[in-house]
């Protein structure tokens, strides 16, 4: 399994980017697909994930602003931020393993493939 992620850069208070992550070597439906993110000196954060069963969950503090989505199954899966503030800045990485669902979803511990992450810098 090999997560690739891609869609980061610079930005700047109020813009939008979109993370893309790229899932290979997934061979079934039933896997959960989640970006996380650690900001500088801090832990991982889960942001956003499609669970195994397809439901979408969020971090309380993002909901509104950010948007998970994906696109042929979950061979690829995005993540759309808006309204983006200097408190977003920070590596974001996507994740994926079979059969994690419900609130689970958003903790790094279910995870046991890793793409390299993407850093995201937002200047205010």
């Known amino acids: 399994v090999q997560l690739v992620e891609s869609g980061g850069g610079s930005a700047e208070s109020g813009d939008s980017l979109r993370l893309s992550c790229a899932v290979f070597g997934i061979l079934n439906d039933f896997y959960a697909v989640a970006w996380f993110r650690q900001a500088p000196g801090k832990g991982l954060e889960g942001v956003a994930c499609?669970?195994?069963?397809?439901?979408?969950r969020y971090a309380d503090s993002l909901k509104g602003r950010f948007a998970i989505s994906q696109e042929n199954g979950k061979a690829r899966v995005y993540l759309q931020m808006n309204s983006l503030k200097p408190d977003d800045t920070g590596v974001y990485y996507c994740a994926t393993d079979p059969w994690v669902a419900g609130i689970k979803c958003l903790g790094a511990n279910g995870y046991g493939h890793w793409g390299r992450g993407t850093q995201v810098t937002v200047s205010s």
């Open positions: 499609i669970d195994s069963q397809g439901e979408k």
